[in-house]
């Protein structure tokens, strides 16, 4: 069975879910942030790498109201990640920092401009296959992409 969306409580769910993320990260700073382990063998600053990627993603969608993307989709999850980290592990950690902050405020902008009909009919993003729900294709590029993160944290801060 498949769940109805409403913007308003999805806003507030990745609100939520990024709060969170945030606040356990947000001590993480110096070599710490750069330090690889985080998440396998990739840093903090690798990981806000990929997030900022699949918002990115998200922008696009958004934009173009379209099923739309980077053509890294066709990859295997595995190993599209792969590619987004190499194409990102000598980016500046400042720079990284303010992309993901500057990043996640468009995305959440154009976040809000979408309806309830937006979030829950394939049909008004062309190209998506019409057994997709577009609530869960953003809800898996956000609020459950920070939580997936949370346990590396965890781990990463008992050490």
């Known amino acids: 069975m498949n769940k109805t969306a409403k913007i308003s409580e999805f806003i507030q769910e990745i609100k939520q879910a990024r709060q969170e993320w945030d606040s356990v ?37 958004l934009k173009a109201h379209a099923f739309v993307g980077s053509d890294h989709w066709q990859l295997p999850t595995h190993e ?16 990284v920092r303010a992309d993901y902050k500057s990043v996640y405020a468009e995305m959440m902008d154009l976040m809000t401009q979408l309806t309830d ?19 869960q294709v953003f809800a898996d590029n956000t609020h459950k992409h920070y939580r997936a993160h949370l346990p590396n944290v965890k781990t990463f801060l008992e050490r």
């Open 80 to 95: 599209r990640n792969a590619v987004i980290y190499e194409e990102n592990k000598d980016n500046d950690p400042e720079q």
């Open 117 to 135: 009909d937006d979030l829950n009919d394939p049909a008004r993003f062309p190209g998506m296959p019409s057994e997709w729900q577009p609530w």
């Open 25 to 61: 990260i947000e001590g993480i700073g110096g070599d710490d942030f750069v330090r690889p382990g985080f998440c396998g063998e990739w840093s903090l600053k690798d990981v806000l790498c990929h997030i900022t990627w699949y918002e990115r993603q998200m922008i696009g969608l």
